[in-house]
């Protein structure tokens, strides 16, 4: 099985392993150049990663349009002088090669998921008693969501897309590292208490993962014959 990687040196002590930009990520420490070691050792975990992921590739199918809080929008490229959400109408208006429509309606989405962020940290914090003191939202490149050692929790952009089943499940992951830190027992021992099936729901995030950057994308290129 070819599976591509790059190699990195960072100071870590121990090597990592880690999926990114459909491909393998190997952090060494910077007294160990050979890959070729942690390769042969975690083989097993590699190939069953890679299987998982081509298959989520597979299950995203095509994605046409686009999905606000898991329900399908339209899109219509128009001539208009600022982009629009027709919630009524479940549909987007803009102008696609305008760069300006596009990050104004970036930020109109951006707007709508913290509200609803807002909305379940609140709920989650009350229940728990753990609250983040900051939350944040970018288009990260590898993750969902991650929670820093100062207590920030930043939420990736693409949740706007999921149904908010999902959207409150990737929520208490990250609230529940305000308490475990690691992804250890304690955690998912946690987790579980919450979403006993989060192993199916961790499997559907990961279809969801690219089904989402394609929906995206539909926001941001133009297709030909666009005005």
Excluded at 72 to 100: C, F, G, M, R, S
Excluded at 121 to 143: H, L, V
Excluded at 145 to 165: A, T, V
Excluded at 194 to 203: A, D, G, L, T
């Amino acid at each position: 099985m070819e599976i591509p990687y790059r190699v990195e040196h960072r100071n870590v002590k121990h090597p990592r392993l880690e999926f990114k930009d459909l491909q393998l990520l190997i952090i060494l420490p910077h007294h160990t150049k050979d890959p070729t070691e942690i390769i042969a050792r975690r083989k097993a975990w590699i190939e069953r990663k890679w299987s998982q992921i081509q298959e989520a590739i597979k299950n995203s199918g095509e994605a046409e349009g686009f999905m606000i809080f898991g329900e399908k929008y339209t899109i219509e490229n128009a001539d208009v002088n600022k982009p629009a959400i027709d919630h009524a109408q479940k549909k987007i208006i803009l102008n696609p090669k305008n760069q300006k429509h596009t990050k104004q309606l970036l930020n109109q989405l951006k707007k709508l998921l913290r509200r609803k962020l807002e909305e379940i940290i609140g709920e989650y914090s009350a229940k728990t008693g753990f609250k983040p003191e900051k939350i944040m939202i970018r288009r990260q490149r590898t993750k969902w969501g991650s929670c820093s050692s100062s207590g920030n929790i930043s939420l990736n952009l693409k949740l706007i897309c999921l149904p908010e089943e999902m959207i409150r499940y990737i929520v208490h992951h990250e609230v529940t590292h305000l308490k475990h830190r690691k992804h250890n027992g304690a955690f998912w021992q946690t987790i579980s208490q919450e979403y006993p099936n989060y192993r199916q729901i961790e499997k559907e995030l990961l279809t969801q993962w690219f089904k989402t950057e394609k929906l995206l994308q539909n926001l941001t290129r133009p297709k030909e014959g666009d005005p």
